[in-house]
């Protein structure tokens, strides 16, 4: 089985290939053209192959009403229509779920079995999420937007992956025996923290589940998880799964709901030990001063980003385009780490941009149930319009627009593909996250000179670098003040890959053996030792 990384760079080399085969004109005649068209964006939406099974809150073990009744609809990005009515969690629905998390830690089987038998339902709740492959992509595109072929051949799979990776580390936790001065046994004891409150993000609903759920169960914690209210359907599902193959009742909660009541409830909650926290700085700054407030909880923040993708003199400029278009409009450009601070030489700039412009009237936008979508719809009408502000503001500050700039279609939260040269850093476009399919490509002389360019933002979570040049790569990782650095490719994500900001993109690493540090508690054990035969 190839692994998801590997799935990324043949999507990516596959939707190349089919694009340029072409001479440029796209899926001409099925429908498609450069961006997509109005025309086709008009067209009744294809029905997904999936029911919405599940919309309560599950607590303890069982699907419940929210207690005050109230719902909220989930809306379909494609057409802003509602899918489902959701049920909407308040504080008191929190104090149910952590109740059944604490119980279920406290006097519940989770934490008391062996770390095999917890390795065993973290595989058997794997196999079912990959017999489940097709449902689940099914509703992570309908809830959020993002082309199926993305969600059923790379999600999925690599939601799969997370979990069995994850189900081997639970029985290779363990502590240490330390050397002390004197007469002593001393023993380091790694003890799951309790229980977990998490928060996920909709821009990629699902792996987050796995990168927040998984560390928190295989070193035996319960959970209680509250799902970003744009895309809270396939959560229910997937969890509905892991009871199926045997977790215990109340290890894993899940609550539907917004942010200033439920998220705020969890994150400000006196029983729950630790918080997880995926989403935007600003908010990230809100639950680190709630989990402060309150029982001074230990917090894991992964936040924005602003990542610079630094094409070199030596580059080849049209493997460089290509890398840079996904580096940035992967995922409808709703992603932490996108590449949107596009750095070029000045020497192959000029190149660089006319072939980024042609690249982007190549993408293929439509609806993310078609075979060939490379970008769907935004998530909803707030990151809709947040996303044009920034590029009327980047055509205001002077900025070139060299293509797109505009909505596709009369309905849903189409946005065209749009690329911007001659930007400046000052302009706000080049410092804030648009969190869209918006490229600002910047110009720049030597590497001390992007160096101090690249640096100089409040964010630090990921950047790229293209070069044939193996001291230019060596300078550039070690001088970049950032998480990750992905030389000659990006978003090769992998679980044993650890994922985390500097600065201002958060505090803590996910996946890999870093992110288990975030879920367990280290107990010294000292013994005395009564006429030791060694020391």
């Given amino acids: 089985m190839a692994s998801s990384s590997t799935r990324i760079s043949r999507l990516l080399s596959r939707s190349s290939a089919s694009l340029f085969s072409r001479g440029g004109k796209g899926y001409l005649g099925t429908g498609f053209s450069r961006y997509s068209t109005a025309t086709a964006l008009e067209e009744e939406p294809i029905k997904p192959a999936v029911q919405v099974e599940h919309t309560q809150l599950l607590i303890g073990g069982k699907f419940v009403d ?35 998390a604490r119980k279920a830690f406290d006097q519940g089987p989770w934490p008391k079995m062996t770390a095999y038998e917890r390795q065993r339902i973290l595989l058997r709740a794997a196999d079912l999420l990959e017999k489940h492959n097709d449902e689940l992509a099914a509703l ?88 970003a209210e744009q895309t809270p359907l396939s959560a229910l599902y997937a969890a509905k799964l892991f009871h199926e193959a045997g977790l215990p009742e109340g290890v894993l909660n899940v609550v539907s709901g917004f942010g200033p009541t439920a998220g705020a409830a969890l994150a400000s909650h006196m029983d729950v030990d630790k918080l997880a926290f995926t989403g935007s700085t600003d908010t990230g700054k809100v639950v680190l001063e709630l989990a402060a407030r309150s029982n001074l909880k230990p917090v894991t923040l992964e936040l924005g980003g602003k990542s610079p ?26 992603c932490c780490c996108a590449g949107s601070r596009t750095y070029v030489h000045e020497h192959v700039y000029d190149e660089f ?74 302009m706000l476009i080049a410092k ?22 690249a640096n100089n933002t409040r964010y630090g979570l990921a950047a790229g670098v293209f070069t044939k040049n193996i001291d230019t790569a060596n300078t550039l990782t070690r001088a970049l003040r950032v998480g990750t650095v992905w030389v000659n490719c990006f978003d090769t994500f992998d679980a044993a890959i650890p994922f985390g900001g500097y600065k201002m993109s958060g505090q803590g690493r996910e996946k890999g053996e870093y992110s288990l540090k975030n879920y367990l508690q280290v107990k010294a054990v000292v013994t005395p030792l009564k006429n030791p035969a060694w020391l």
């Fill in 140 to 227: 992570e595109t309908w809830d959020n937007g993002k082309p199926y072929e993305q969600s059923a051949q790379i999600e999925i799979p690599m939601l799969v992956r997370l979990f069995r990776y994850y189900a081997g580390w639970a029985d290779k936790i363990h502590g240490m025996t330390v050397p002390a001065d004197g007469q002593y046994h001393v023993q380091t004891l790694h003890e799951p923290i309790g229980v977990a409150g998490q928060i996920i993000p909709w821009n990629f609903p699902l792996l987050m589940f796995a990168w927040k759920v998984g560390p928190a169960l295989a070193c035996g914690n319960t959970i209680v998880l509250k799902t």
């Fill in 66 to 100: 929210a207690l005050s009744g109230k719902t909220f609809p989930t809306l379909d990005p494609r057409t802003g229509e509602v899918i489902a009515h959701v049920a909407e969690g308040h504080s008191e629905d929190v104090d149910r779920a952590v109740a059944a």
């Fill in 432 to 453: 804030e996250e648009i969190f869209g399919p918006v490229q600002s490509i910047l110009k720049f002389k030597d590497l001390d000179e992007v160096i101090e360019r």
């Fill in 309 to 334: 993708f630094i094409v070199c003199e030596d580059a080849d400029v049209d493997q460089a385009v290509e890398l840079a278009h996904f580096a940035l409009f992967f995922n409808q450009g709703q």
């Fill in 353 to 426: 941009v006319e072939k980024a412009k042609a690249r982007a009237l190549k993408r293929i936008v439509g609806d993310p149930f078609k075979s060939g979508i490379e970008q769907g719809p935004q998530i909803d009408s707030e990151q809709f319009e947040k996303i044009l502000k920034y590029i009327r503001s980047g055509v205001q500050s002077g900025a070139t627009l060299e293509t797109g700039g505009d909505r596709l279609g009369s309905k849903g939260f189409y946005v065209q593909p749009t690329v911007f040269s001659n930007v400046e850093d000052g």
